[in-house]
Structures are given as C-alpha cells and as structure tokens.
C-alpha cells in the first residue's frame, strides 16, 4: 500500500515535468508562429519584382485544362493580374490577402475580373454549369514558397497550383502574346494516337485530351490528360501521361501548310496527329443552310420558277436547308402572317471517297412536305438542283463552315451551303 500512495503523491512533479517540457517545445504562440510563417511567404510572393507566372488549373478534374495567368504583389495588399484570356496588353489590379486558416492562405479577396473568370458561379462565357461556372479556386492554402518557386493548392478544388518567377527583364505584353500564338494553334478535335505498335484516338475538350487505346487482352484502356499551354510550342500535363509503361511530362507540337497539329515526344514515341473531318461526313451531320446569291445559274433558274408557285398561292420562302441526314428541309409563311409551316422531303445519300456524295430524291415527305410538293407550283424546282453527284469543297478544312457542292456531270449547277442558319433565302 506505500509504494501505491508513493506514486499519488509522486504524479503532480510528473505533470508539471511534462508541462515544462511542452513550454520548451513551443516558445511561441501558435498565432505567433503562424505571424512568422505569413510573414515569410509575404517577402517571397514580394520578391519576384517582375511578378509571377501562375500555372492555373480549375475545377476538380482539371476537366477544362490549364491557363497561364501573370500576378505581381504589390504593397498595400494589391496584386496585378493578365491572362492568356484576355487582351495580352490588359491588366486589372485588385486587393488580396495573406490569412491564417486552416494554414497559410493567400485569397484574392476583392473581385478582379481577370483572375475570378475561373471561379465566378457564372461564367462570362457561358463555360460550365450555370451556378458554379468553371469551378475554379480563388482562395489557395501556401504550401511552400521560394524565390524559385511557390506550390500551392486550391482550397475548393485542392488543385495543384504552381508559380514561377517572370525574368525581371521580360515585358508582359510581349510575353503573354507568345502564350496565346502558341495556344491559338491548338484547334484540332480528334487525334490518331501512336506509340510504336500501339495505336488509339484521343479527343479533345478545351485542354484535355480523353485517349482511348487497346490494353492487356484487348481491353479498352480510357485516360483523361489535362494540359497547359507554354509559351515554346509544348503542353506540359497537370500529371504525368502514364501509356504504354511511359511517362510523359510534355509534348511540343507543330503545325503543317494545311494546319493540321501534330503533338510529339521523342523519348517515348508518343505522337498525336490531328485527324482532318471527312467532308461528306461533315455534310450529313447537322443542317446545312441554301442563300439565292450562293446558287449557281442552274441554281437560280429552278429558284426563281419555284418563287413564281410561292407567289401564287401567297406564301414566302422562310428557310432552306439540307438536314437530318440528308432531307431537304424547309419553311413556309403566308403573307402577312407570322406562322412558319415546316416541312421536309425526303432524300438518300451515298458517301463517295471523302470529298464526293450522290443525292437522290426519294418521293417520301411528310405532310406539309406532301402538301407543298402538290400544291404549290413549280415548288418541286427547289429541289432539282439537288439530284446528282457532287465533288465537294469546304472553305476550312479543319472546321468547314461553308461547303460548296459541284456537280460533275452538270458544271453549271453548283451551290454554297453555310452551317450558320439563313433565313428569307431569297432575300440572302
């Protein structure tokens, strides 16, 4: 029984030991400490005296891809700001703040139009859901900072975010063009995917390529690569592409006489080349718009007898179109009224090599197509310029928006259709 009342009376001094021990530990506060800590990543994000370059990923998957923003921290708790986004030679300056919270956090706490573009819950173009937009960060948790270097993390998102300095000789217009020449080239949709003998397609949405290639036992292998631009013709990769047993960090990339891109790196083989649209196929999908100045002289001859049945039984020509794969698609209204009678006749297609297609009337329609084609004379004349087979010629052929039908057996009918809708053809 002593030796139990000689540990009782023995645990205070124990107690007490330790508490000394804990005030050794911590001479300061924890608000002290985080004072020196704020206090440290003040002078580094002030030290780069021609600003930073800010590598920006939004939303949580990076599904957008990744931007080059410009900051410099200026006294008084002000920061400049350029994107690649915006005009190269435009700024806005606005208020931020380094805070204690559940760390470090510098929040750029006042609106700056330039920077809150990524997280503003309505985007100014219309990118995103419409109540969180891009899903961006504008509050970032310091992880660690140097002269060389600062990484942080997005405290919505906890994307990485990384700044470097900008060379203290360098202009800002001058080198925020080179980011937007290099990301202007970028424009290709679909890719072919080579690796020595492995092969795939890779698709693109903003800055993220979706790859779809054959893995172990045919199994379809799908990966989401998101990137961002740099200013020397290369994507560098949020995280490393991991394919085929590969790494890759970064690809540069180039651009042929017909724009076709092609990314690449040496090391692992890894190429993307941009594959073109095949232009019978872009002609099938979507709708395609008729304007009387686009006709040809066969063109506009059927034209202006289909326009004399119009007028007779006191209607308009309101639209015109190739469509739904492929119908001849069109809009009627009375004059003096506002009704638009839609109506379709029917039409089949046979897809020749890429640039060549054979368009065939098939009588079907439905019933305002059927009512029009009995009842309005002359109306079937809209449609002859149609029949044939066609050579055709886009205006772009990355991303045509015009496409030109020529009929090899009759030079004299040839037509421009325009993706962009047309209305009162006539009139066009």
């Not at 001479?27 to 920006?56: C, F």
């Not at 599904?63 to 700001?81: A, C, I, N, Q, R």
């Not at 990384?162 to 424009?187: E, F, G, R």
């Not at 690449?264 to 100045?293: M, R």
């Amino acid at each position: 029984m002593k030796k139990k009342y000689l540990i009782w009376i023995l645990l205070p001094f124990i107690f007490q030991s330790c508490l000394m021990d804990d005030k050794d530990l911590f001479p300061e506060s924890a608000a002290d400490r985080m004072n020196t800590v704020l206090k440290h990543h003040q002078e580094i994000l002030m030290g780069a005296t021609n600003g930073w370059i800010l590598e920006y990923f939004p939303e949580k998957k990076q599904s957008y891809g990744g931007y080059t923003l410009f900051v410099k921290f200026e006294p008084h708790d002000m920061v400049t700001v350029a994107s690649e986004l915006y005009k190269a030679d435009q700024t806005e300056t606005s208020m931020y703040q380094l805070i204690g919270d559940s760390g470090p956090v510098l929040t750029f706490n006042t609106h700056n139009t330039l920077l809150h573009y990524f997280s503003d819950p309505h985007n100014p173009d219309g990118i995103g859901p419409g109540d969180s937009g891009m899903g961006g960060d504008y509050e970032f948790l310091m992880l660690e900072s140097t002269p060389e270097k600062v990484t942080m993390k997005g405290k919505k998102t906890g994307n990485r975010i990384v700044m470097t300095p900008i060379a203290s000789d360098a202009n800002w217009t001058d080198l925020m063009k080179d980011y937007q020449l290099a990301a202007a080239k970028i424009k290709g949709k679909k890719y072919k995917l080579s690796m020595g003998e492995l092969e795939g397609t890779a698709l693109a949405s903003y800055r993220t390529f979706n790859i779809t290639y054959p893995g172990d036992n045919a199994v379809i292998e799908m990966i989401t690569a998101s990137y961002r631009v740099l200013s020397s013709n290369e994507i560098e990769f949020y995280e490393p592409l991991k394919i085929g047993g590969k790494e890759i960090t970064k690809m540069k990339f180039s651009v042929d006489a017909d724009g076709v891109i092609t990314f690449t790196d040496v090391q692992s083989g890894l190429s993307l080349v941009e594959l073109l649209p095949v232009l019978n196929q872009e002609l099938v999908k979507g709708s395609w718009y008729f304007a009387y100045s686009k006709l040809g002289t066969y063109g506009k001859q059927c034209w202006d007898l289909a326009k004399t049945g119009l007028d007779a039984i006191g209607e308009q020509l309101y639209s015109a179109a190739l469509t739904n794969g492929i119908s001849f698609a069109f809009g009627c209204v009375p004059n003096g009224a506002s009704t638009n009678y839609k109506g379709i006749l029917g039409f089949s297609y046979q897809l020749i090599d890429i640039d060549q297609i054979k368009l065939s009337y098939t009588g079907t329609s439905d019933n305002n197509g059927g009512y029009y084609y009995k009842n309005s004379p002359n109306f079937p004349q809209l449609i002859n310029p149609l029949v044939g087979q066609f050579k055709l010629i886009a205006n772009d052929k990355k991303n045509p928006t015009t496409i030109q039908l020529q009929d090899i057996a009759k030079p004299e009918n040839v037509y421009v259709l325009s993706r962009s809708a047309v209305y009162w053809p006539y009139n066009k």
